[in-house]
């Protein structure tokens, strides 16, 4: 059984720092491409920042130069470093990855972590 366990979420001032981690646990072969996502109530999820297999990266433009999404191979861990953080920025935050398993690619959500920033 695969998981991705997210952790980081938290209330923060406007302006401030905060930094998300989110862990695979299990057993697979291997991970393709890994990714935070946020989403806002009665909006749809939002892709925040992506992070491929050879550490190509890609953000919205909501965040580029903010956000740093990083990714550590021998612990199956991404990061997701979030500085000078906006009202805006409150959001539930999910971690995605495509997990090699059973000779198939499958798609993986976490379960969310709550960002909150208050003016």
């Known amino acids: 059984q695969v998981q991705l366990v997210e952790s980081g979420g938290d209330l923060v001032q406007a302006g401030g720092s905060l930094r998300l981690s989110c862990q695979a646990v299990?057993?697979?072969?291997?991970?393709?491409?890994m990714a935070w996502y946020r989403q806002v109530p009665g909006k749809q999820r939002e892709l925040v920042a992506h992070?491929?297999?050879?550490?190509?990266?890609r953000y919205s433009d909501a965040v580029t130069g903010r956000f740093t999404i990083s990714r550590d191979f021998v612990t199956n861990t991404i990061y997701l470093q979030m500085n000078n953080l906006r009202r805006e920025d409150t959001a539930v935050y999910y971690c995605?990855?495509?997990?090699?398993?059973?000779?198939?690619?499958?798609?993986?959500w976490g379960r969310g972590t709550q960002v909150t920033v208050s003016s």
């Open positions: 299990g057993q697979f072969m291997s991970i393709n491409h």
């Open positions: 995605n990855a495509e997990i090699y398993e059973d000779l198939v690619y499958r798609d993986y």
């Open positions: 992070i491929t297999s050879g550490e190509d990266t």
